[in-house]
């Protein structure tokens, strides 16, 4: 007896229960996270597989994410981690900032987003860093209806550190030293951090076993052809371009504060004098 060859649709359902198809739904697939558990279709399973390669293109390397993270990390407010100008004030101590637009926002979200969301980055405290990350987008972009708060919050706590720094007479100037001087302590902590991370994965790299192991150099010799200067401060630490200029900008911020608030206390002593 001739048994019925199967419909297309048969054939198609057979497909989605089968674990070990890439492209069905049985749980081979759903644990390999290759498509969606609720993939109605092959089409669809299909859609999904490319946005995983898609999403595998865009991916930066650890130092990149490590870099990345670092700055949403230890940024100083929540309008640096999305690299927003600072709102400043008037002399009335009222708030005095320009509303970044939704697409400068939307920019820089996407750009940050590369380092810590889980479609991207493997980095171990990519959770911390999208929190953040997500924090200040929907606030700045007013989502959670918080940036006048946040903002008023802001000014402030300015304010009243200006006012303290005033009363405390010809010590003000040394405070904003310090404060200048602070961030380039943090900003040499991080280099050495990333420098110590570097060396301990050097030589981790230079013990491993078996015929296929390197050796390590002696400390102070270099190994292989040299090569061209790297950017001042990326040679110091050995680090990415890009933690190189998360470090310059937290040091921008610091001297840009500094400086407001040194020309701020500059007019009040103008205006009290005449």
Known sequence: LHTRAPAAMDVLAMLQQEDDNPRGRGVAAESSGRVHRDAASLDAAAAAEDQRKANKSLKLSLREQEAGILHLMTARSIFARLRVPEPSWDE?????????GERFLQRAYDELKLCCHPD????????EGLAKLTEAYETLSDRNG???EVVAAFVAEGVE??????AAGPS??????????????????????LADQ???ARKQAGTGGGRGGTVSPPEGLSAGP???PAPRGVAEAGVSESEDEAIREARRV???GAQQQAGRKKRRVGAAAG
């Open 92 to 100: 009335a101590g009222r708030p005095v900032w320009q509303v970044p």
């Open 120 to 127: 991207f980055s493997a980095h171990p405290r990519r959770r």
């Open 146 to 148: 918080k940036r006048d």
């Open 161 to 166: 550190r200006e006012m303290r720094m005033a």
């Open 172 to 193: 003000a100037g040394a405070a904003a030293d310090s404060a200048a001087s602070m961030a380039e302590s943090m900003a040499a902590r991080m280099r050495q951090k």
């Open 198 to 200: 570097k060396m301990t």
């Open 226 to 228: 040299a090569r061209a």
């Open 254 to 256: 610091a001297r840009r």
